[in-house]
């Protein structure tokens, strides 16, 4: 529908100096979505780094762009909130809800908004590029410009297909079509890598780096920018001689990740007190030595700024959860709220994303980004399918083979259980998973080495 859209305008192909070192750049970036606008965040952020740094302005493609607008960067063109939240992909209704929302002339005032910034004068010392971030739409939008450009591709891996012994066993016809050419990128999408003025393209990980350069694509292999920025606020936890003793003495830390979406995070979230009540039962059984059965548990759930934190506080104490002064764990968020039931805390915090992550052991999860993050830190992510729009079952399956054997994807939230005991039995299968999560999902550093590439192979840095 885009690349349909797009081919009734002619591209403009821009002449300039050729740069030199004291050249000046100006940069569109553009995005598709909101975890696809924090990620463009942190390259420009490194990109701001530079003595000659470029002019930059965002054209976000979905949504208001928030990301750029805490960091001052400019917008150009119209922006706007479809009805699907950018989901429409997924379900054929979703994008006739779009449709019906203005879609189509968003997106035409988009293209217009893109060609007059390409179009527009500069100084002479001053060259012209784009970094296109998230999946065909803004890749296309940047080919069409007749600018140069980069691409940060989000949205696709070959480990949805294969992973490093080769293809995955599914007899589906969605099976056949996620690789029907050799690559999980389609024949189109690599056309558009291939272009004389696609400089450089970043795919999210080593595996998909390697099946590109099979092809005429210019793809480097530098990691994940969803990995930046995670530090964790408070101090990490020490061990000593008596290393063992104090690791099976601390609270077993299960992170909750519901999504960040209304009304969908409210559902997932009825559905993961389903999940934490089994989990009670099985920490109450005298016969479960996986762990010590009178080892406290902790629920840390990670509640996004967009849900209403009063919703979640009621839902928890109409099921027996007590409001408490003390925790056992300390997270950087002095307006979190703290409940205890029998030997079990459940903490709920909208301000410590990055120590939810880091203190869990593992996670019950029903979100896209959040899972990715808490897996590439190499911990296990317990996953139910939802409704939607964004966490269905054909997501959660899709998800569950990008991540592999760092997902364990259920059926329903009672089933979570003994996945929690066998996880804890098998202490040799966490370490596997803690590599495959790591491995998959890359280390921290991505967003500051895109950037020092993108210098080089277009701002002549």
């Known amino acids: 529908m885009f690349l349909f859209l797009m081919s009734n305008f002619s591209?403009?192909?821009?002449?300039?100096?050729?740069?030199?070192?004291?050249?000046?750049?100006?940069?569109?970036?553009?995005?598709?979505?909101?975890?696809?606008?924090?990620?463009?965040?942190?390259?420009?952020?490194?990109?701001?780094?530079?003595?000659?740094?470029?002019?930059?302005?965002?054209?976000?493609?979905?949504?208001?762009?928030?990301?750029?607008?805490?960091?001052?960067?400019?917008?150009?063109?119209?922006?706007?909130?479809?009805?699907?939240?950018?989901?429409?992909?997924?379900?054929?209704?979703?994008?006739?809800?779009?449709?019906?929302?203005?879609?189509?002339?968003?997106?035409?005032?988009?293209?217009?908004?893109?060609?007059?910034?390409?179009?527009?004068?500069?100084?002479?010392?001053y060259s012209k590029a784009i970094l296109a971030v998230g999946d065909i739409v803004p890749l296309s939008f940047a080919c069409l410009s007749g600018a140069n450009y980069a691409f940060v591709g989000t949205a696709r891996s070959e480990y949805y297909v294969r992973d490093e012994v080769g293809l995955l066993k599914?007899?589906?016809?969605?099976?056949?079509?996620?690789?029907?050419?050799?690559?999980?990128?389609?024949?189109?999408?690599?056309?558009?890598?291939?272009?004389?003025?696609?400089?450089?393209?970043?795919?999210?990980?080593?595996?998909?780096?390697?099946?590109?350069?099979?092809?005429?694509?210019?793809?480097?292999?530098?990691?994940?920018?969803?990995?930046?920025?995670?530090?964790?606020?408070?101090?990490?936890?020490?061990?000593?001689?008596?290393?063992e003793q104090q690791e099976l003495a601390r609270p077993l830390v299960v992170t909750l990740l519901p999504g960040s979406r209304p009304p969908e995070a409210y559902a997932n979230w009825q559905l993961m007190m389903i999940a934490v009540s089994a989990l009670i039962a099985l920490f109450q059984e005298r016969n479960f030595l996986a762990y010590s059965y009178s080892r406290e548990v902790v629920f840390l759930a990670a509640i996004a700024p967009s849900?209403?934190?009063?919703?979640?506080?009621?839902?928890?104490?109409?099921?027996?959860?007590?409001?408490?002064?003390?925790?056992?764990?300390?997270?950087?968020?002095?307006?979190?709220?703290?409940?205890?039931?029998?030997?079990?805390?459940?903490?709920?915090?909208?301000?410590?994303?990055?120590?939810c992550l880091h203190s869990g052991d593992l996670a019950l999860a029903m979100a896209g980004t959040a899972t990715e993050e808490f897996v590439g830190l190499g911990k296990p992510a317990i996953t139910i399918p939802g409704n939607g729009p964004q966490f269905t079952p054909s997501f959660a399956e899709a998800q569950s083979r990008h991540l592999g054997a760092s997902v364990i994807l259920v059926n329903r939230p009672e089933e979570v259980a003994e996945v929690v005991r066998s996880l804890l039995a098998h202490p040799d299968k966490l370490h596997a998973i803690a590599e495959n999560g790591m491995r998959r999902m890359g280390k921290p550093g991505a967003a500051r080495r895109i950037a020092e590439c993108f210098m080089k192979q277009l701002g002549n840095e």
């Open 170 to 243: 599914r007899k589906t016809k969605a099976a056949f079509l996620d690789n029907f050419s050799g690559s999980v990128y389609h024949p189109w999408e690599r056309w558009l890598m291939s272009r004389r003025r696609c400089k450089a393209v970043f795919p999210r990980d080593s595996l998909t780096t390697k099946i590109l350069n099979k092809w005429s694509i210019p793809a480097y292999d530098l990691g994940n920018p969803m990995m930046d920025g995670l530090e964790p606020t408070t101090a990490p936890r020490f061990y000593h001689a008596n290393a």
């Open 11 to 125: 591209p403009l192909f821009v002449t300039s100096n050729p740069q030199t070192p004291s050249s000046r750049l100006r940069l569109l970036v553009l995005s598709n979505g909101h975890g696809e606008d924090v990620i463009a965040a942190r390259i420009i952020q490194e990109l701001q780094q530079y003595p000659h740094s470029p002019d930059i302005c965002a054209l976000p493609l979905v949504g208001e762009g928030h990301a750029y607008q805490k960091l001052d960067i400019p917008l150009i063109g119209s922006v706007r909130t479809m009805p699907s939240g950018g989901f429409i992909y997924m379900d054929g209704r979703q994008f006739l809800r779009d449709v019906h929302g203005g879609l189509l002339q968003l997106t035409l005032n988009q293209i217009q908004a893109m060609r007059r910034w390409v179009d527009s004068p500069i100084q002479s010392d």
């Open 307 to 355: 849900l209403h934190y009063g919703s979640m506080r009621q839902i928890l104490q109409s099921q027996g959860w007590l409001l408490c002064s003390d925790s056992p764990i300390q997270i950087a968020d002095s307006s979190a709220l703290t409940f205890r039931q029998n030997n079990a805390y459940f903490i709920l915090t909208q301000n410590a994303y990055n120590d």
